[in-house]
């Protein structure tokens, strides 16, 4: 018997008991949706990841002291504070090969105020190499010069969610506020950021030159200065890490590599990434189970179907049937259950996944490798849970087919 013979009897079998065929399709159809809404959902999640640190700038890495250490801890309570000084900044720009920028951090907060309205928010003292480090761009206005950081002027650039809280509606640009009653001109508007990956609002933020945070908001107060370097490409981010601790060990007298941490975007991304990872293997794996679930059922319609159609099996192999003929039907039968339970789920899954993506303004990202997986892996319950049924089908006595009622 041909295939093509195979496959439109076993096709005609499924259709006369449409309502069944649907049935048994129903934990392939729920398991298939499952999977790829899970792993939608997780590749959304791995994106907007991505995109929170790739706006948090380029190939950045950040110095600071390593306060946890013992040494650290030690030089703080006998008062000579932080290890890292402005000197360093310069040093790092100027020694480290692979160094494109570089600025001093230092970070307050402080209460802003304009006319009748305040807003309490962080205040960034950095130098102007900071908006190129962290990838800022101004919506409006500019960001401040190197003469006004020289000079300390009281200028600043505020993020879109200060701007909005203080202004409203009306124009920052060259207003004064007052921030910890310092009166500061505002030069600039930072574009939105949105969030960052620790879900830190990345717009609510001021920044004014760090010689004049030092100078009017930390007075006598060691600050814990921080540095932000951009390295040139990201494959030099290795060789100017180590050469940074390096360089400072050098500098800072008795320090060790213990006293720094300098932490990259590439340690930030790559436990994101494993986070993200482990989510999306979970969340497949629960939404796995239902496709488990559904194999079970082919199987078990299967073996009812084999009992029902014993004597039509007979009869087929009384009129020249193979064994192997019987054996390709069934499994056929089970592998088109699999595969229609497959594309439908598909469609439902993509359908559920864009409505989990309005709903809660998520973002979602289907791929096709995930529809691959799905319906290679539908094919295959269909397959290996088909294939029982169909054996046991294929080995039936013609005498006991033939009497049986």
């Not at 650290?72 to 008062?79: D, H, K, L």
């Not at 940074?244 to 320090?255: E, K, P, S, T, V």
């Not at 720094?260 to 990872?277: G, K, L, M, P, Y």
């Not at 397959?383 to 029982?388: A, E, S, T």
Request: charged share 20%; proline share 1%; with cysteine.
């Amino acid at each position: 018997m041909s295939i093509t013979a195979i496959i439109r009897i076993a096709l005609r079998s499924l259709l006369r008991n449409k309502t069944r065929t649907f049935l048994t399709m129903l934990g392939i159809i729920i398991g298939v949706a499952a999977v790829i809404t899970m792993l939608a959902i997780g590749q959304g999640a791995k994106k907007i990841i991505d995109d929170q640190i790739s706006s948090m700038g380029t190939n950045v890495l950040t110095i600071s002291s390593n306060w946890g250490s013992n040494r650290s801890t030690a030089r703080s309570e006998a008062g000579t504070g932080t290890l890292l000084k402005i000197e360093d900044v310069s040093a790092i720009r100027e020694q480290v090969q692979g160094v494109r920028y570089a600025s001093a951090v230092v970070r307050s907060w402080g209460q802003l105020k304009y006319g009748s309205q305040n807003w309490r928010t962080q205040v960034m003292g950095v130098d102007v190499d900071y908006f190129y480090i962290r990838d800022y761009q101004t919506e409006a206005g500019t960001i401040f010069n190197s003469n006004q950081v020289r000079s300390g002027m009281k200028v600043a650039v505020i993020g879109k969610t200060v701007a909005t809280n203080l202004f409203g509606d009306e124009d920052p640009i060259d207003k004064v506020i007052r921030v910890r009653n310092v009166p500061v001109k505002v030069v600039g508007v930072l574009k939105s950021k949105g969030q960052n990956v620790m879900g830190n609002d990345q717009d609510d933020i001021i920044i004014a030159p760090y010689t004049m945070v030092l100078t009017r908001f930390m007075g006598d107060r060691r600050p814990m200065m921080m540095i932000n370097v951009s390295a040139e490409s990201k494959d030099m981010i290795p060789n100017v890490q180590q050469d940074i601790i390096n360089l400072l060990q050098q500098r800072h007298r008795d320090a060790t590599s213990e006293d720094f941490w300098v932490r990259s975007q590439t340690d930030i991304a790559e436990t994101s990434e494993s986070v993200s990872n482990t989510l999306t293997i979970l969340l497949a794996s629960i939404a796995g189970i239902s496709l488990l679930v559904g194999g079970i059922g082919i199987m078990n319609i299967m073996l009812v179907s084999v009992t029902e159609r014993i004597k039509e099996i007979g009869i087929r192999m009384a009129v020249g049937a193979r064994k192997r003929d019987v054996l390709l039907q069934f499994i056929i039968e089970a592998i088109s259950i699999s595969l229609l339970g497959g594309i439908i789920g598909i469609v439902l899954g993509y359908i559920a996944a864009n409505v989990v993506g309005h709903t809660q303004n998520w973002t979602v990202s289907v791929n096709g490798w995930s529809v691959v997986l799905a319906v290679g892996f539908s094919c295959a319950i269909g397959i290996f849970f088909g294939w029982y049924p169909a054996k046991k089908a294929a080995n039936l006595n013609l005498i006991d087919a033939l009497r049986y009622e």
